[in-house]
């Protein structure tokens, strides 16, 4: 969702991508069937107890409609609580017709934030929104391309909490705080890193779903860049305002946008993960799914082939159902892997 938009209009834009809580999970099966990816559990878990202070703030829920799962937590929530919901359709192809239908999901979602917050998005307003993201993706990427280096300048918990927090807090602040940032790490001296570069990728990174970054790095290992569908802020495009700037949105957010694994084809996604492990000179791939997000898990199976065959990397794929019982068997067989690429 462009939260351009939301700018544009007066709005205050929150992502709820909060994860990673078993009880929040098991609230949400009183009222669907387990086998429903537990982060969108979660979601029902957090909307329908009433504790959640996202959720208790917000006045519209905009619900981009990707697959099943999204589906799913989408018709519970709007049965089972008072939120107002918003959905619209994502096409799984990027071919002319899915552009045309996804921009007019975006022309019908101009609508209807113009109708609950009674201001007109003017195309000043959307423009001056677009550069404050542009800001905020442009700072978030060039962090991140410092990674590349021998010496790392912040760690993969520290980036990720970095990206998280752009989803909850005021976009002009949170490009105050990037800022100073990047001039601090720019003069930053740290020592070559010489413990095993990791690519982390996978479904979903949700905030407070911090136990595989933790077990990595406790295992020696340093994630060097992650590329998740959710939970992670995409910030490798721009938004280029070239003429009508819906279009514009649509085609940084749609067109240009690394797909997840419920695309087809699913050939651009694999090319942008074996390019990230080469540019950021990683060791080895560690697969983090969510259980019962069928289209990952079918990928985990043939993608180590299509890795070993052009970069000659070991992959590891791990599965999570946010249960704190799992712990020790990840640590085991992430420490496991972390030696095994280190020898």
């Not at 003429?243 to 090319?271: K, Q, S, V």
Request: charge should be negative; aromatic fraction near 10%.
């Amino acid at each position: 969702m462009p939260e351009e938009l939301v700018l544009a209009c007066g709005g205050i834009p929150l992502c709820l991508v909060s994860g990673g809580d078993h009880s929040a999970v098991e609230l949400a099966g009183a009222y669907i069937c387990r086998w429903i990816d537990p982060f969108y559990r979660a979601q029902i878990g957090y909307a329908v107890s009433g504790d959640d202070p996202y959720y208790n703030l917000i006045d519209l829920l905009v619900v981009p409609v990707t697959d099943n799962h999204v589906r799913a937590m989408m018709d519970v929530i709007d049965y089972h609580s008072p939120v107002e919901i918003f959905p619209y359709g994502i096409p799984h192809t990027k071919e002319e017709i899915a552009f045309t239908y996804y921009l007019h999901g975006l022309r019908r979602l101009k609508e209807k934030l113009e109708d609950i917050t009674g201001a007109i998005i003017t195309e000043t307003r959307l423009r001056q929104a677009i550069d404050l993201c542009n800001r905020e993706r442009q700072l978030l990427k060039d962090i991140s391309l410092m990674r590349k280096s021998d010496q790392i300048p912040l760690s993969g918990r520290e980036f990720v909490a970095l990206n998280h927090a752009s989803f909850v807090g005021d976009k002009l602040e949170v490009v105050k705080v990037l800022e100073a940032i990047y001039e601090e790490l720019k003069i930053q001296q740290n020592a070559a890193e010489k413990n095993p570069r990791v690519l982390l990728t996978g479904s979903t990174l949700a905030i407070g779903d911090n136990k595989i970054i933790d077990l990595i790095e406790e295992a020696g290992g340093v994630i060097a860049i992650e590329e998740f569908a959710e939970g992670i802020r995409p910030y490798w495009e721009m938004v280029k305002p070239e003429g009508d700037l819906i279009e514009d949105l649509a085609d940084c957010y749609f067109r240009r946008r690394i797909p997840p694994a419920w695309f087809r084809p699913g050939r651009e996604r694999f090319d942008f993960l074996i390019q990230l492990a080469k540019d950021y000179r990683v060791s080895g791939v560690i697969w983090y799914e969510l259980l019962y997000r069928e289209s990952y898990k079918t990928e985990s199976y043939y993608f180590p082939t299509i890795l070993k065959k052009r970069t000659g990397l070991p992959m590891l794929t791990l599965e999570s159902e946010y249960d704190t019982n799992e712990v020790g068997t990840l640590r085991t067989r992430i420490e496991t892997f972390i030696e095994m690429i280190r020898n």
